[in-house]
């Protein structure tokens, strides 16, 4: 599947929420994500930069692999996901087989889904810092021309936009982003 997304900093979440309610869009999670991401030690795989993520999502793991397409004005992205039955054995085989962990990070996402669109309100966390980042919404489409659209439509143009990873949002905001649990 090929992912695009932008994130929208700063966001007011009830007024998101409200818009987006008012719009029929759909709830489809609300409660804390913990990530967990993984790499070889020396080179990235076949040249390329991937991405090695384990995440908790309620009940729900999964594992999932990304790399990355270049794009300046949106992040996409290849990715793969499968579900997994536990993240702690399934984080010891990665582990058996030459993986170490990198970092993690956890958030609070609430998610909506309509028609083909998703935005997700994420507040992320270090530990039990709650706030480190100020909220912010993704919204992930087929094609930046929808996305754009969708940024009008809930009237964040003054907003300031950002295609990079949460990694580079760490940054951004100068917020270590190698906390492990």
């Given at each position: 599947?090929?992912?695009?997304?932008?994130?929208?900093?700063?966001?007011?979440?009830?007024?998101?929420?409200?818009?987006?309610?008012?719009?029929?869009a759909e709830k489809i999670f609300d409660g804390f994500i913990h990530d967990i991401y993984y790499d070889f030690d020396g080179e990235p795989v076949d040249g390329e930069k991937r991405l090695?993520?384990?995440?908790k999502k309620w009940e729900t793991h999964l594992y999932t692999i990304k790399k990355k397409r270049k794009n300046k004005?949106?992040?996409?992205?290849?990715?793969?996901?499968?579900?997994i039955t536990d993240v702690e054995s399934?984080?010891?085989?990665?582990?058996?087989?030459?993986?170490?962990?990198?970092?993690?990070?956890?958030?609070?996402r609430i998610s909506y889904k309509l028609w083909d669109i998703e935005f997700d309100i994420d507040d992320y966390?270090?530990?039990?810092n709650k706030n480190i980042i100020p909220p912010l919404l993704e919204i992930e489409a087929p094609n930046k021309k929808d996305i754009?659209?969708?940024?009008?439509k809930l009237e964040l143009e003054?907003?300031?936009?950002?295609?990079?990873?949460?990694?580079?949002?760490?940054?951004?905001?100068?917020?270590?982003?190698?906390?492990f649990e």
């Open positions: 599947m090929i992912e695009k997304e932008i994130k929208i900093l700063d966001v007011d979440v009830e007024n998101i929420r409200t818009q987006l309610e008012d719009l029929w090695f993520r384990v995440r004005k949106i992040r996409v992205s290849d990715e793969h996901e499968m579900k399934f984080s010891k085989v990665l582990e058996k087989y030459g993986m170490s962990k990198i970092r993690e990070k956890k958030k609070y966390y270090i530990g039990d754009k659209a969708w940024i009008k003054s907003h300031e936009t950002k295609w990079f990873w949460s990694r580079w949002l760490f940054k951004y905001y100068w917020q270590d982003y190698s906390y």
